[in-house]
């Protein structure tokens, strides 16, 4: 069972980690909480994913991918899946800072080897990397990153 506050607990280190960020992408954010919990902190935020069934937040239907216009000063991921990857790639890409809360590998990586392979992508890709893990059940681990 998910730990009901998960979308609070990533909010609050999102926005303590993050206190500049004005607007952000929760990419792969399902019905939209991460959306409402930024967003109740004073972000602008706009949700990523297909799902048709969703909260009263910002929501693009469709999938996010590297050619995405930049209108964010942030991204952000809880659970993302087979997105994670684009996440860090895109935030190379566009030099904003991230924070992802990995759970399963888009390549069939155990977890432990997932988080270091997205540590690395990230470190390669010109990022600075950090972690941090959210007080709760679950995959916890966070993965922060920055532009260089």
């Known amino acids: 069972m998910a730990d009901q506050r998960r979308f609070e607990l990533f909010a609050e280190l999102v926005t303590r980690t993050f206190p500049a960020a004005r607007a952000a992408f929760d990419i792969a ?16 935020v706009l949700t990523f994913d297909k799902r048709w069934k969703r909260e009263a937040v910002r929501y693009a239907e469709r999938l996010f991918t590297l050619a995405e ?6 991204l952000v991921g809880m659970h993302p899946d087979g997105a994670t990857r ?43 990397i950090a972690e941090d893990e959210l007080p709760m059940r679950g995959r916890a681990r966070v993965l922060l990153g920055r532009p260089r």
């Open 29 to 44: 954010g399902g019905q939209g909480r991460l959306n409402q919990a930024l967003t109740a902190r004073g972000l602008e």
């Open 69 to 74: 216009p930049c209108t964010c000063d942030l």
């Open 86 to 128: 684009i996440i860090v790639e895109y935030a190379a890409q566009h030099r904003v800072p991230f924070a992802i809360v990995p759970c399963c590998s888009d390549n069939g990586m155990s977890y432990k080897p997932w988080m270091r392979h997205l540590g690395e992508l990230g470190t390669t890709l010109g990022l600075e």
